[in-house]
């Protein structure tokens, strides 16, 4: 079965935008960006229309990419001090010469919709937080909605980056599922994923995971998000003109080998349309959450 | 080979000892002890004479175990206060009625050298803390003086506790290890301790690890603290005098069946004399370089 991350992320949409409706302080998210990464203008767009849809205002705020840590540090407190922004955002990767946990933790846990501060990863680390980071909510939100019992399966997560392998580690740390942390260096990462009910991958690694590495009835959850530049053919290049010089087709693609991975998993989710789509919902979720305990 | 708890423990304190001698403002540890375990005095006490040992004051503060939580935080709030406590620890277990978390999270990080605030295992969490909690410095003394590379191994870590698993996994999913959490409920732990080639041990079951769960050449790391009473004859169960009787002989055992375990093992710590005092002569670490940065 092919999970439909968009019909999830629509189901959520309404019922924020009800919501949002009946708030007297309306939400509003203010995103930071600092200018390094053509692929964040992407993921921020989808931010900005899923807020139009249920009426919370999405406010970039673009810096320059080679501004200092400091300053940017500095910059994002004036903009958590206003009362208006009800959540503040780091859109990721910043600029490598920036050390990202310094920035992140400029955002209280009450304007820290993402969850990736300091004060957010130690609640949720300790188990105290009522709210998930949008990655964990958007897999918790997938095994409610499908029925998928977690709790006593075993989940391999491939990856501990930030922004998956961590905090879906974090929370199960929590649950009572046992899980393992498998890493892009550990060798035969298939000796994991082939005992593994449910599998989580944030590698990064187009078709890192194939139909071989699965077993039968695995529910497959794919958080990977490359972007793959269509190789563009030498006769329709030679015809480009450095005027009109096309952008170069690129695509989304994720961590699992869709094809040979969905004869045999029991659920599956696409890339795109998959988990993507589900963590802007639960990120918005948070936000609304947060402006009505603030 | 039995890795010789003691002895590493020794070595830490002979240097923290010097280390002492040198500071012109000497660490003071404050306990805080909530009288309902009776096997927490005995951990105690080890930590007075560690303290003793090294010249650092160690003051216990005893509250009745019926203490409400949010009393017991004021009193320990004054006790964080006075600066002359450079340290404050929460002996655990504390009673079922309170909230652990809500506890702990009254010290702050710059006095806290068990490391169990929201604060402390949140900058563990993200990976920006230069100390670890004492069981996972231990853990690391014991590779680093062993020579035990794990940045590329797989380590199986039985149990998710707040004293050794969680800390354990929060350590290692910022390092370079693929790592599995096993729950006490996991049906088949076997599965994978036996393609482990570090396991490390916190459940609380005495042998529950045991020989045929384990591949040659395995490290062991016995986290597990038990204790175990020893029956007592009939006899002289009868002959016992209400006035005089004695207290039950009680032993420390650990999560591992040492015997047939230890016939595989590459590296094994014992219970007693294992993982214990170095996990000890850690916090004592981690107080006094606190102290040194305050």
Not at 39 to 46: G, N, P, T, V
Not at 224 to 244: I, K, Q
């Amino acid at each position: 079965m092919i999970i439909d991350g968009r019909k999830i992320a629509e189901e959520i949409k309404s019922s924020l935008k009800e919501e949002v409706l009946r708030l007297n302080k309306k939400p509003k998210l203010a995103v930071v960006y600092v200018e390094n990464n053509l692929a964040s203008l992407k993921f921020i767009e989808q931010k900005e229309k899923f807020g139009r849809e249920i009426g919370i205002e999405v406010k970039v705020f673009k810096f320059a990419e080679n501004i200092s840590a400091v300053r940017l540090r500095k910059q994002i407190t004036e903009i958590v001090r206003l009362k208006k922004n009800t959540g503040v955002i780091i859109q990721l990767p910043l600029p490598a010469t920036i050390n990202v946990q310094y920035i992140l933790n400029s955002v209280p846990a009450k304007k820290d919709p993402d969850m990736l501060s300091l004060e957010s990863v130690g609640g949720l680390a300790v188990g105290q937080n009522i709210t998930l980071p949008p990655i964990a909510g958007a897999v918790a939100e997938i095994f409610e909605k499908y029925k998928i019992d977690y709790k006593n399966k075993y989940i391999a997560i491939m990856g501990a980056g930030n922004l998956v392998g961590k905090p879906v580690a974090l929370w199960l740390l929590n649950q009572k599922a046992a899980f393992s942390v498998i890493r892009s260096a550990t060798k035969n990462p298939e000796e994991f994923t082939k005992k593994a009910d449910i599998i989580i991958s944030g590698v990064g690694k187009p078709k890192f995971i194939t139909g071989n590495m699965v077993k039968n009835g695995a529910v497959i959850i794919d958080c990977g998000t490359s972007v793959e530049t269509a190789p563009v053919s030498s006769l329709s290049y030679a015809a480009d003109s450095s005027e009109h010089k096309q952008p170069p087709i690129s695509k989304l693609v994720g961590d699992v080998d869709f094809d040979s991975v969905n004869l045999k998993a029991s659920h599956i989710t696409p890339v795109p349309g998959g988990i993507g789509p589900i963590t802007v919902a639960m990120l918005f979720k948070n936000l609304v959450r947060n402006c009505g305990i603030v």
